[in-house]
């Protein structure tokens, strides 16, 4: 064969191989929002139905010991968009302190990655909806968007789930009608209050005997019908093949007894599955054992994307098995919900933990008088150090830190070396 004809072909197979690669990387972005890690079916609740993620998840790589580093909406969404954590992009709560400008936090935000913008450099198209913090979605990048946000998000972006999908099929047949690979942001405001769901489900979970939780158990499984919702769609266009999934959620939910385990450090308030979906790439399986972040979230669809990841990420690529396999500890910093200064966010610390296969240790820290602890959040414990054995004891029941005192040093030292303000 004439060899500028062979290489040609061969330059043309390429090509073809490369489309069919880029063709893989759409990829959606589903973040639950103050949903307890166990309530779903596939992780176990007796009485929560989930069928559509408990599809999702059956079809994915499933880490059951997913982690928010944060564990309020506002700075947990912050990281997973932009891959650092709180005291690195400057948002450790939901709002400034009353009376102070918010316009600091957008400033320091917009200097952070994000990972719409570093998508587009691949010709992604990038559609925002639900709830996002940053007054506009343009700020990190987004192509499309449901409009300005205001505080966690407007009248408008947080209808999504609620009212209508139809904004994400609009953006997924404009993106086909463009030939272009896409990132959808779907962060709904649910199961999140107000709790307003359909009676049909509400009425499904008082005749079960919920005792009091029927509208939240009928919020998670009204959740779970609009990711069915979204996955038909994909399917309907046949894009399910194409489309990489990831799904976490941004903080716990429920009590605790003396305050609400959401801004806490304890397991209930930070954990979380993780979930990703990548058809023909990745094969099933569940992780029970290895640790996963919400700062892992931006590496991991960069790296199947094929962008480069910023330097300045702490995070791995969920999908780099053996990364994930060396991994023997995540690090959590705990805020108030206000914010006092931007340059300084230990001002709102109220805890650091580090979390390994075994051990939980917690130190907490007083913040700054000027930030009120709302009433929601757990209340500071007399014990300032606390040491859990999470395989025995996953509901942080039993402080074991004065009985394991070298231990506490030495995890503490590895706390410290994470950050030390």
């Avoid at 029927?214 to 399910?240: I, P, R």
Wanted: with cysteine.
């Amino acid at each position: 064969m004439n060899p500028y004809r062979l290489f040609t072909l061969l330059l043309l197979c390429a090509c073809g191989a490369f489309a069919k690669q880029t063709e893989l990387l759409n990829i959606v972005m589903i973040l639950s929002d103050d949903q307890a890690y166990a309530d779903y079916s596939f992780m176990g609740h007796t009485l929560i139905d989930t069928p559509r993620i408990d599809k999702l998840a059956s079809e994915s790589v499933v880490y059951e010991r997913g982690y928010v580093a944060t564990s309020v909406c506002g700075p947990s969404i912050t990281t997973i968009i932009t891959g650092l954590y709180s005291h690195q992009n400057g948002q450790t709560g939901n709002d400034p302190l009353s009376g102070i400008s918010r316009k600091p936090w957008i400033e320091k935000f917009k200097e952070c990655p994000q990972v719409p913008a570093l998508l587009a450099s691949k010709g992604y198209l990038s559609l925002q909806t639900g709830k996002y913090w940053h007054a506009d979605p343009k700020n990190s990048g987004f192509t499309h968007d449901m409009g300005p946000t205001l505080r966690h998000g407007s009248e408008y972006s947080l209808s999504i789930g609620r009212e209508t999908m139809q904004p994400i099929y609009d953006f997924i047949d404009e993106a086909q009608s463009q030939n272009k690979p896409f990132l959808i942001w779907y962060a709904p405001f649910m199961p999140h209050t107000p709790h307003t769901p359909p009676k049909r489900l509400e009425d499904k979970y008082q005749a079960l005997g919920a005792k009091g939780q029927s509208k939240y158990y009928a919020m998670c499984e009204w959740f779970d019908e609009t990711c069915g919702q979204l996955l038909d769609y994909l399917d309907q266009k046949k894009l399910t093949d194409k489309t990489m999934i990831v799904y976490i959620c941004d903080n716990g939910w429920g009590s605790m007894g003396r305050g609400s385990v959401k801004a806490s450090p304890h397991e209930q308030g930070v954990r979380t599955p993780i979930m990703i979906k990548w058809p023909g790439k990745l094969s099933p399986q569940v992780d029970k054992e290895n640790l996963a972040s919400n700062i892992d979230i931006v590496p991991t669809i960069l790296a199947a994307a094929g962008v480069e990841i910023p330097k300045e990420l702490p995070g791995i690529d969920l999908l780099d098995f053996n990364a994930v396999n060396n991994r023997d500890s995540i690090f959590l910093g705990c805020f108030t919900h206000d914010m006092l200064d931007v340059n300084r966010p230990e001002a709102g610390l109220r805890a650091r933990s580090y979390v390994g296969k075994k051990w939980k240790l917690t130190v907490w820290s007083t913040p700054d008088p000027k930030l009120d602890l709302k009433g929601w959040q757990k209340p500071t414990p007399e014990d300032k150090i606390e040491l859990f054995d999470l395989k025995n004891d996953p509901m942080q029941k039993k402080n074991l830190a004065n009985q394991n005192p070298e231990k506490v040093s030495k995890l503490k030292k590895e706390i410290d070396a994470w950050w030390n303000p």
